[in-house]
């Protein structure tokens, strides 16, 4: 880009990139950012002079929504453009109690290669800056209000952009920016486990989901390619640190496939790896891809699976589906193309 992209950037940096001199106006542009000022003009504490010199050499956002698309169960997706022509796609979600939650990508593609997901199909077109990772937040923001959430469950592996992460965090949950409680952040990873024990000793102190599906070592070896250097004994060693270090109960979750790991063994085989660990199961039956070789489960294969692991006694969610109209639900994500 021609211009410098001020999201994503803290007061210092904003100072230095643009050759500041009083060191006060970073905090000052900072908090107009995040005040979801869209326009230098409209930063009003600023002299004409400084607004029209950042006007010349910046701009707030480096990306625009291309697409917004409504389901009628009132999830929102936006597609977004970023500045070299690749696309994301980030999801608003609001449960029954009506709390917003921004489900946000953190790379545009992914290099997982998880054999029921559309973004694993993309393969890895790059990381997300941590500003772009904040403009699907601001976005969201803007369509839909107030959020109370944000997870990064969207198009990517977020522990293979952890520190673009961690600086859209501490951005994010500042006193100047957004102010969101790091309670209310959650990192969803498919288990690569030096990061999730980085994540546990260097922080910051989120909410960790890790994508299992299954805890049978040779059919997640298959579907899910991660497996091969990321043991199921050593993954479950690395989620127990995490809850002992953090004293934040780990999430696990299933994406249910029909006849692939919804029986008693695989029940069974989930029982075990769960117990002794301070975990939540969140299960989500599969949402159809046209392109890809599973089936969605029926009502009593989802039933009776989470009757046998309530019955070990373990904390179970079986997860409401939602923006499938509009293919913004879990795993359907999916454009990265470049603008023809």
């Known amino acids: 880009m021609n211009k410098i992209p001020l999201t994503g950037l803290t007061p210092s940096e904003i100072v230095e990139q643009l050759s500041i001199p009083q060191s006060f106006r970073g905090k000052q542009i900072f908090k107009w950012i995040y005040s979801h000022v ?131 965090i501490a951005i994010l949950s500042s006193d100047e920016g957004r102010n969101l409680s790091t309670r209310r952040i959650t990192l969803s990873t498919c288990g690569i486990i030096e990061k999730i024990y980085d994540l546990a000793d260097n922080g910051p102190a989120i909410r960790l989901a890790v994508s299992l599906t299954t805890a049978d070592p040779e059919l997640r070896e298959r579907i899910m390619p991660v497996q091969k250097g990321n043991p199921l004994p050593e993954l479950r060693k690395a989620i127990a640190y995490y809850a002992n270090k953090t004293g934040r109960r780990v999430t696990l979750e299933a994406a249910l496939l029909h006849g692939q790991n919804t029986s008693p063994e695989s029940a069974k085989r989930m029982i075990d790896f769960a117990k002794g660990i301070d975990v939540n199961i969140n299960l989500i039956p599969w949402n159809p891809i046209d392109t890809l070789p599973f089936e969605e489960p029926d009502s009593k294969e989802c039933k009776n699976f989470v009757t046998a692991l309530e019955n070990a006694g373990l904390n179970v969610t079986l997860r409401t589906r939602r923006g499938r109209t509009i293919k913004g639900a879990c795993g359907q994500l999916g454009k990265t193309t470049t603008e023809q």
């Open 38 to 168: 869209k326009d230098f003009s409209g930063m009003t504490n600023l002299s004409k002079e400084l607004r029209d010199s950042l006007a010349e050499k910046a701009v707030i956002r480096s990306s625009s929504v291309n697409q917004v698309l409504k389901d009628p169960d009132g999830t929102i997706k936006l597609q977004i453009k970023l500045h070299d022509g690749l696309f994301i796609e980030t999801v608003l979600l609001t449960d029954k109690n009506n709390r917003k939650t921004a489900c946000v990508s953190c790379q545009a593609g992914c290099a997982m290669k998880c054999a029921f997901c559309q973004t694993g199909t993309l393969g890895l077109a790059r990381n997300l800056t941590a500003g772009e990772i904040i403009e699907q937040f601001m976005y969201l923001e803007e369509e839909a209000g107030t959020l109370d959430n944000i997870v990064f469950m969207g198009m990517g592996e977020p522990m293979m952009n952890l520190e673009g992460i961690r600086k859209a």
